[in-house]
């Protein structure tokens, strides 16, 4: 069955609240909440890593000078500095692209991360929609993508299904005249990252973007970066203020990308997987959840009936679970759930059986 495309109305963005993120549903006094909304890992950032940052600020009466991360950066990846470009997390990069990068007919494959298309929007575009069906799994076929579409974006691992699409299918969408935009943002919690495009220059047009916040829990301090052909570079780099990235994000991007740091985001992709194995195992004893598999990033994707009660339920037993009906492509029936270790799952299988059992009776 084809894919549908769609283009919302010129003003906005339909019935979908395309600014509504994880972190709004533990703000404020829903802090003390078990956070399996957000993605960003558990835990983190691990004490090396805040001696980094912490060493760094006796250099702030200075302006920032990034060309060390950048150049460290870009060796992680294999690529000369001037292939890649730091960036105050991956959402500055999409606003870059939105407002830099030439584009007459833009479509962003759904459901994803809402933001890119919400940049694009903001700098005046008309934006089209590529809708994967829950039918199909959520995988994407390349010729669901309009020809005339001049920049196409995609993430992969896909947030919030986690599907993680083969590169072989997303190089398939390169051509010439096209920019083909990947968000990589959750490749790193992948195994091994396979099917990353990241360090890529064979493929034409395309723009690879990569966020260290989820990973290491820098969320507050933004930093992500780009990768892509050197003209492109130059454009987005034209259009960043002066010193975008400051001197403790710098110091961050250079831990990150050390031999110590890749190993030990390599092993916490490792038990990641093992997390969400048990997770999706539990999840499968309820006959009215039904998972988004195969999961490959550090969030699951269930449907069930009464999604919003039962988040509303979860939250009066301790937990903040991300609604999906904000996510083009999903309707109010659609929760994302991000992995945690074993010990935390199991009491959350257990406040989910409760709630569960309560919308049960409620609807006798």
Same mark, same amino acid.
């Given at each position: $069955? ?78 000369? /500095? ?59 076929? /390349? ?43 959750? $490749? ?127 939250? $009066? ?48």
């Amino acid at each position: $069955m084809h894919t549908p495309t769609e283009s919302p109305d010129a003003t906005g963005a339909g019935t979908h609240d395309l600014r509504h993120h994880g972190d709004a549903e533990v703000r404020g006094r829903d802090r003390d909440l078990t956070d399996l909304a957000v993605n960003v890992r558990a835990g983190t950032p691990p004490a090396w890593l805040k001696e980094r940052i912490a060493d760094s600020l006796g250099s702030l009466a200075a302006y920032p000078d990034g060309r060390e991360a950048r150049a460290a950066v870009a060796a992680r990846h294999g690529l000369p /500095p001037e292939r890649v470009l730091l960036t105050a997390g991956a959402a500055e990069a999409f606003v870059l692209i939105a407002r830099a990068l030439p584009a007459e007919r833009p479509y962003v494959v759904h459901p994803q991360f809402t933001e890119p298309e919400a940049a694009l929007r903001a700098a005046g575009h008309q934006v089209g929609r590529v809708l994967l069906r829950a039918g199909d799994g959520f995988r994407l076929d /390349p010729a669901d993508v309009p020809a005339e579409a001049d920049l196409v974006v995609v993430g992969n691992p896909t947030n919030p299904t986690s599907v993680l699409h083969p590169a072989t299918v997303l190089e398939r969408l390169a051509r010439p005249g096209r920019t083909l935009v990947v968000d990589e943002a959750f $490749m790193d919690a992948v195994p091994g990252e396979r099917e990353a495009l990241c360090g890529r220059t064979d493929i034409p047009g395309l723009v690879v973007l990569r966020s260290l916040t989820k990973t290491w829990g820098l969320a507050g301090l933004r930093i992500g970066y780009v990768a892509a052909d050197p003209e492109t570079i130059r454009t987005l780099e034209e259009a960043q203020p002066l010193w975008p990235v400051s001197s403790p994000a710098l110091a961050a991007a250079k831990a990150c990308v050390e031999p110590r740091a890749l190993a030990e985001a390599a092993g916490a992709a490792d038990r990641v997987a093992v997390d969400r194995a048990h997770l999706v195992a539990g999840l499968r004893e309820f006959s009215e959840i039904r998972v988004v598999e195969p999961a490959e990033g550090p969030f699951v994707l269930i449907r069930l009936d009464g999604a919003a009660e039962i988040r509303d339920r979860l939250r $009066m037993l301790g937990f903040a679970a991300r609604r999906g009906d904000t996510f083009p492509g999903l309707g109010d029936g659609w929760l994302r759930l991000a992995v945690r270790d074993r010990t935390t799952t199991n009491r959350f299988l257990q406040a989910l059986d409760l709630a569960l059992q309560a919308l049960t009776v409620v609807g006798r």
